[in-house]
């Protein structure tokens, strides 16, 4: 039974058993009315045996009507089965060429959404809110068989999935041709779609959705108690370096990992925070919270980054972990015993020379207070601050490239490692990634 063809019989013969009518997110409209706009979209594709392409056109009709504003409500005696949230009008899908037995796609993924389940897939045009949750099982068997009521609505409900785009397709699986999705794992997709108005997201921008509910995180990260160290502006020779003409940085720009086995000095290390990485100017408002001006670029001037530089070689501070504070330019201890230092140290490959790189003198890690950017930032968060990670990353590049340092971005991080050493909750502020930083050889 295609929606199509269980609608047309509800019109022809209402039967208090099956019901099919504009979501709660689409204005009312008379069945006759509705049924004529159907009919005119699906003249000449409807019938016996091209389920999904009759699914698949009502719920075009559901997304054309009324500018793409309309959701579509399946129900059962008077319950509702599930809703679709049609995507906005221009994003449909090619209609299906043929009835296929239902698979559903490694991309889809389910998680409680208030007291319905949402079933999502970046693949699809649309999203589908499941009240039923004996509708669930059915995501991971073929299309049913037989003429009972219960396989009847399961027919129902994958017949819609295939035409909202749910369906596996022989593309998606790595290694299945030339087929650019096979590229894709799951994450790096659901990802990509992330942070932008479409089925998946809800609001996305600056809606500052906590102002009222929650205080703005401070601008700066609070002291945890350890030793402070006062680092160095940069000297006379620092600031010939910084001035250097940018087309000569850039062209000096590189990632490197073989050191000469020297340490770097705390001037050095002095210079390059203070020129890269810290408070130039700060503002606070009620409305805006705390913001700063620093020399990397930061959506909404929040900077959720802070420094966590990993000292093994540095002449003038004592091996360790510590934490940069922006606006006061100085260190904190981070207490950590040696074994805690030594396993982030090898998880890095700063120390291990079996790696194949060598030694690395500094790593500065980068770990974000997500509560930063969020606080302002809807649909959107963790996007920004991986956003500001490559900006942080490559004002860092140049200019150690102008100090003369030799630097290189790590690709990867360790969120649990960083919060077993530190007791920073990786939920609070997660480690994102680190600069390896040293001399060249």
């Not at 060429?97 to 079933?119: G, H, I, K, M, N």
């Not at 974000?368 to 963790?382: I, S, V």
């Amino acid at each position: 039974m295609s929606l199509l063809r269980l609608y047309r019989r509800n019109l022809r013969s209402p039967s208090p058993a099956w019901g099919i009518s504009p979501g709660p997110g689409g204005p009312p409209a008379t069945q006759d009315a509705a049924w004529r706009c159907a009919q005119e979209i699906v003249a000449g594709s409807a019938g016996a045996g091209n389920g999904e392409r009759d699914a698949f056109a009502w719920l075009q009709f559901f997304r054309e009507a009324d500018g793409g504003q309309w959701d579509l409500r399946v129900s059962r005696e008077g319950k509702v089965l599930f809703e679709v949230q049609p995507a906005p009008k221009g994003e449909g899908r090619p209609k299906p060429a043929a009835v296929v037995p239902f698979r559903l796609s490694r991309f889809a993924y389910l998680r409680r959404l208030e007291e319905t389940v949402l079933l999502a897939c970046p693949l699809a045009d649309s999203r589908v809110l499941v009240h039923n949750a004996a509708l669930l099982p059915s995501l991971f068997s073929p299309s049913p068989g037989g003429r009972g009521e219960a396989t009847e609505a399961e027919s129902v409900f994958q017949q819609t999935l295939v035409a909202a785009g749910f369906q596996a397709t022989a593309d998606e699986w790595p290694g299945a041709g030339s087929h650019p999705l096979g590229f894709w794992e799951f994450h790096d997709l659901v990802a990509l779609d992330a942070g932008y108005p479409g089925p998946l997201s809800g609001p996305v921008g600056g809606t500052y959705r906590f102002r009222g509910l929650r205080e703005p995180l401070p601008l700066v990260r609070p002291s945890g108690g350890g030793r402070k160290i006062p680092l160095p502006e940069p000297d006379e020779q620092a600031g010939i370096r910084l001035r250097t003409p940018l087309v000569e940085v850039l062209e000096k720009r590189t990632s490197l990992r073989n050191y000469a086995g020297t340490s770097i000095s705390l001037q050095d290390l002095g210079a390059l925070l203070h020129a890269a990485a810290r408070v130039r100017s700060s503002a606070c408002s009620a409305e805006k919270g705390p913001v700063s001006h620093r020399a990397a670029p930061s959506g909404g001037g929040l900077h959720a980054l802070d420094v966590f530089p990993l000292v093994r070689l540095c002449d003038g501070l004592p091996a360790g972990l510590y934490g940069y504070d922006p606006q006061a330019h100085e260190l904190e201890v981070i207490p950590a015993d040696g074994q805690a230092l030594e396993r982030l140290a090898g998880w890095a490959g700063i120390g291990n020379e079996d790696s194949g790189f060598d030694p690395v003198p500094v790593l500065l890690l980068f770990a974000a207070r997500f509560g930063r950017t969020a606080w302002k930032y809807e649909g959107l968060a963790y996007r920004l601050v991986q956003a500001d990670l490559g900006c942080l990353e490559q004002t860092l590049y140049l200019t150690a490239a102008a100090l003369g340092l030799a630097a290189c971005a790590l690709g990867g991080a360790h969120p649990r490692l960083f919060e077993s050493v530190t007791g920073l909750s990786r939920l609070e502020q997660p480690l994102l990634g680190g600069l390896a930083l040293g001399r060249a050889r």
